[in-house]
């Protein structure tokens, strides 16, 4: 019988491991946002390694006051050219700067696919894909 609850209590803890391991790659602190996307070559559509990704995040303040804006989190993308970044809170994030040698920079919320490039941790703007043209 001791042998029953011994090997019922360590199966317990096992599955328990398991289950809550995950989290611990997939998910920010408690103030954090999870945001992911990918970096291509423009053209090739290869994916880019060792592109320095930074993610602009902002607050609005009020009807007639400008809007805050701050750097919400930066990361390197890895051989699939995908990123991952907990970025700060923000009420939206958009395109920092995307560099990487012999590549022209995305600068600001532009890129050569399409014009104002947000990035959200779910919907429509979630994991998209970046594009960088060879210089």
Do not use: H, W
């Amino acid at each position: 019988m001791k042998t029953i609850k011994m090997l019922y209590s360590k199966n317990s803890f096992l599955l328990l491991l398991f289950m809550t391991l995950p989290l611990c790659f997939t998910s920010c602190t408690k103030d954090g946002t999870l945001l992911k996307g990918r970096v291509l070559e423009n053209g090739s559509e290869l994916p880019l390694e060792g592109v320095e990704v930074e993610i602009i995040g902002g607050k609005a303040t009020g009807l007639f006051e400008p809007e805050i804006t701050f750097s919400a989190g930066t990361a390197v993308t890895g051989k699939d050219g995908r990123f991952t970044i907990c970025a700060d809170d923000a009420d939206y994030y958009r395109v920092g700067n995307f560099t990487k040698d012999r590549y022209f920079e995305i600068l600001g919320a532009v890129n050569n696919k399409s014009q104002n490039k947000g990035i959200a941790p779910s919907g429509a703007n979630s994991n998209p894909d970046f594009y960088l043209d060879p210089k």
